[in-house]
């Protein structure tokens, strides 16, 4: 039975956006599961239906919630993670952003590598093995193979059973969306290189290779994207 637990010192659109997620924790839903409607969650927690409102619109802001129209109310798929964390989107210099985040990606990536060396199991380094095969089909062809890149680096943070590691995804892909956009995929042959060698060192389970791949490729994107931002310097 759910039992509401009140905050007095917190404003009370607030204690209501609490009290709905201990009810999602409670109820156990799950990523895609519908709440109960704006009336039915009102008598529930003893409030107007306004407030409920408001409660609602606050936990879709911090993608806890979706409301889908004529559908109802849903958690969503990626519980709680924005898809743009730190306000990125915000930073005009897209080229100092995008070095500047290859410095994150060179602070974290490798030792993620390394986590899920010690940790990936025959099912993890087989989506890696399939997302790279995909990778290296279209890159030589010249097609978008962001999305599998993308995927391989969200894989492989999984790999880690860690539960914290997957919330930096976000910061991650960004890091990968900006140096792909801005470097026209020019180096696509070295991040195939390094690709293999990252996901044969998680599956040998060696994170000191794999910690060492995974800085080669970063460190090779951080050299590029400041290469880049160089020659546009030189160019004004």
Known sequence: MFEVIFDNGKPLTERVSSQIIQM?????????DKLPNEFDLAQRLNVGRGTVREAVKLLVSRNVLEIRRGKGTFVTE??????????????????????????????IEPQIAAMAAARATLDDVAEMRRLCAEIERLAPLGE?????????????????????????I??????IALFMDLSNRIYWPDTLKHHREVV?????????????????????????????????????
């Open 24 to 32: 999602v924790q409670e109820s156990q839903l799950k990523p895609g």
């Open 78 to 107: 990626r519980v709680g993670v924005s898809d743009d964390p730190l306000g990125l989107t915000f930073i005009r210099d897209k080229h100092k952003l995008a070095t500047d985040m290859q410095d994150i990606r060179v602070m």
């Open 144 to 168: 978008d193979y962001q999305e599998y890149d993308v995927e391989l680096h969200t894989c492989i943070a999984r790999s880690t059973k860690n539960i914290v590691v997957p919330n930096l």
């Open 170 to 175: 976000p910061i991650i892909n960004k890091g």
């Open 200 to 236: 044969d060192a998680i599956e040998r389970h060696d994170p000191d290779a794999a910690r060492s791949a995974m800085l080669c490729h970063t460190m090779l994107n951080r050299q590029c994207m400041e290469s880049i931002q160089k020659k546009m310097q030189s160019a004004q």
